[in-house]
């Protein structure tokens, strides 16, 4: 079967950088032609913008391929890098954190301040027994703690395991094991939706007995007061940080490490089978992110007030909230709660309050406030905006010109970012003040980094054409494998294209004929509709072009006739409703396709939902889709952000046809 994907969806619209934007920007056009004379020393020169105690000799070591080192003689402390050298350089009463909590309340933390906590939390750990090369679990909500402990555990040249607070007490305790976690930083509990969430409990069972006994290699949990939800105890192993970290002391010298030290494990769960341990290092990590976070998000730390509404439980949150703007010295603003609490305006509430200038976020967070209507962020002053980023999943073309226009104020460029937990920084995107963008498109990649679009042979298929993407030089801030299984890691990205040495990276692309890269969903999702292979981002963003539609997913699902048929699920928005009547409105949508993108991608069965199935990072779980389209019983819901979603989409499908 050919790799090829076939293109469907044409896109002329485009919008260049304003000649202000541009002259003020970080990044100009050299940064190519640097990278293209020579990479190895285009990123050398990135890296030696972070403070090295023991400077490198060699940027790249690819002798053993797929593990790569890079800097490898190189020493630093990464907590260093994001505290102390700021301090030191004069800017220790700059902003660091302006956490805004859910219930309004608010702390404003200097680079001063938060280099003190992380110290004092430094003391902590090494009293506790954690030393280099120790695995800390942190099961934490968005609060300035859990960003201290990240970088407390790095300063100590220990290795972090973030675990995103909304999973379950067994996702907590499979990756705990995992990593052989010796401490769990977590807190009494964080605020969601209005209400307390506990953490507390999730971890007292986490490391109970699960039917395998009890957890064995964790010997303490260090418990941040938050909610004050009442938590049970366990004696001698439980310790409240507010006795601890206050009364340590505040002097602690960070010691270098190697650059191939380990900084943190983060785990992803992949499509099938048990999750990753994907395991990222210090030096090339922190290189690229602090370089991408001041070439792509045009970071200038003195003036600008930086948004990431990632949380850190994903890579996003790693990267671009902490060490990327920390390491750049930023001021960022950390919202602990959901979009819509206490009312759905919070977030733009929060931009005008702040004046954020940059914004960084999700597609699934873009086309949510689409279906709420414009009026909604209509009601705050938005000018301080210049310059919006998406990332996560391909943003259709539009919902990128919404938030050009309704949030960005047809003023602000837009970045839309491709790059995945493995590839640790952003790979693809434009280069905010150069390229000149095309809605939907990630288009290049960045400076240093060289991929290619083939099919499964691994032969080129030009520009013009559909296949996978791979990326066929190493990068700094490359995962350096999974956690305890290097066969895996071999096995799942390098051994597809094992002859030309590249990097699989599971998603669909297409180079149109300028050469840009256009993002078409991940491979095991591409559908065949009689012989032709069709991608489920160019079918959906036909969807979310139509008035009616807020969100769509595509699914391909078994087919007598035609292998597979396209089966389209779709959330309508709420002033289309208010307007007209639903009736009709599948067979509208299933014609309005194959208008704009042909009779072939024409949706056999279009559900009219009102959610999609999420996960936490706000993805959209087609494959749960595709049980529900071919009427089976719907497959592992443990990873979804909503678990009732399901059932109520199963309802509405079932109650259509
Ligand atoms: C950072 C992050 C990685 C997968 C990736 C791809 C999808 C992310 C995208 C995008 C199209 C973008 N993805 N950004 N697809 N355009 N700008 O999301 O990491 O959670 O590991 O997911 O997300 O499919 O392979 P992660």
Not at 227 to 254: F, G, I, K, M, Y
Request: glycine letters at 10%; charged letters at 25%.
């Amino acid at each position: 079967m050919s790799s090829q994907i076939d293109h469907l969806l044409t896109e002329t619209r485009r919008f260049a950088p304003s000649a202000e934007f541009a002259e003020q920007a970080n990044a100009h056009a050299d940064l190519y032609d640097e990278a293209t004379a020579d990479r190895e020393a285009f990123w050398a020169e990135q890296a030696r913008a972070l403070h090295w105690e023991k400077p490198f000799t060699k940027a790249l070591d690819w002798s053993n391929p797929p593990f790569a080192t890079w800097f490898e003689d190189g020493e630093l402390n990464v907590a260093y890098n994001c505290l102390d050298r700021h301090v030191e350089a004069g800017h220790g009463d700059r902003i660091a954190l302006l956490w805004e909590g859910e219930p309004g309340d608010e702390r404003r933390v200097t680079y001063a301040e938060l280099t003190d906590e992380v110290k004092r939390l430094a003391n902590v750990l090494t009293d506790l027994g954690v030393e280099s090369g120790d695995r800390v679990a942190i099961y934490l909500p968005m609060i300035p703690e859990a960003i201290a402990s990240m970088l407390a555990v790095a300063r100590i040249g220990a290795i972090h395991s973030v675990v995103f607070g909304g999973f379950s007490a067994d996702s907590l305790r499979s990756r705990i094991d995992d990593a052989g976690a010796k401490l769990v930083i977590t807190s009494d509990g964080g605020y969601r939706k209005g209400k307390i969430s506990p953490l507390k409990p999730a971890v007292d069972q986490a490391l109970g007995d699960r039917g395998h006994g009890p957890q064995e290699t964790v010997e303490h949990v260090l418990v941040v007061k938050r909610t004050e939800n009442e938590v049970s105890w366990q004696e001698e192993r439980d310790l409240w940080w507010h006795d601890l970290v206050p009364a340590a002391s505040a002097d602690h010298v960070a010691q270098p490490f190697p650059a191939e030290n380990p900084l943190f494990i983060l785990y992803t769960s992949g499509t099938t089978g048990k999750p990753k341990g994907i395991l990222h290092t210090s030096g090339g990590y922190l290189a690229q992110a602090a370089f991408t976070n001041k070439a792509v998000h045009d970071l200038h730390p003195e003036t600008d007030v930086y948004w990431c509404t990632a949380d850190i439980g994903w890579i996003t949150g790693h990267t671009y909230v902490t060490y990327g703007p920390l390491a750049n010295g930023a001021t960022q603003v950390i919202y602990e709660g959901t979009p819509d609490t206490p009312h759905p305006g919070r977030w733009w509430e929060i931009v005008a309050k702040y004046g954020v200038t940059i914004l960084y976020t999700a597609p699934t967070a873009i086309r949510s406030f689409m279906k709420l209507g414009r009026s909604i962020p209509e009601q705050h002053d938005l000018s301080s905006l210049r310059l919006l980023g998406s990332v996560g999943e391909p943003i259709n073309p539009e919902a990128w010109m919404w938030y050009r226009h309704v949030i960005g104020g047809d003023r602000a460029p837009i970045v839309d970012t491709w790059w995945q937990t493995e590839t640790g920084a952003i790979m693809v995107s434009a280069l905010p003040g150069v390229t000149e963008t095309k809605p939907g498109s990630a288009q290049v990649p960045l400076p240093g980094i060289s991929l290619d679009v083939v099919d499964d042979q691994g032969q080129e298929v030009g520009n013009g054409n559909g296949g996978l993407l791979v990326l066929t030089e190493p990068w700094p801030s490359m995962l350096r494998g999974i956690w305890g299984d290097p066969e895996r890691f071999k096995e799942t990205y390098w051994d597809k294209f094992a002859d030309q040495g590249f990097y699989f990276a599971g998603d669909g692309a297409r180079l149109d004929e300028e050469g840009d890269v256009w993002f078409l969903g991940r491979v095991d999702d591409v559908m065949n509709v009689s012989g032709h292979r069709l991608s489920t981002t160019e079918i959906e963003s036909a969807l979310v072009g139509n008035e009616a539609v807020a969100e769509a997913a595509v699914v391909g699902a078994s087919d007598e006739t035609t292998g597979q048929a396209v089966v389209a699920f779709c959330v309508i928005k709420e002033s289309y409703m208010k307007a007209n009547s639903l009736d009709g409105l599948v067979d509208k949508l299933r014609a309005w396709v194959g208008d704009q993108i042909g009779p072939i991608a024409r949706p056999r069965d279009v559900y009219i939902v009102t959610e999609l199935p999420k996960t936490r990072s706000g993805k959209i779980m087609r494959r749960l889709l595709r049980d529900v389209a071919e009427g089976r019983e719907v497959g592992d819901t443990t990873t979804l952000a909503d678990t009732m979603v399901m059932s109520t989409i199963k309802g509405q499908v079932t109650q259509k046809s």
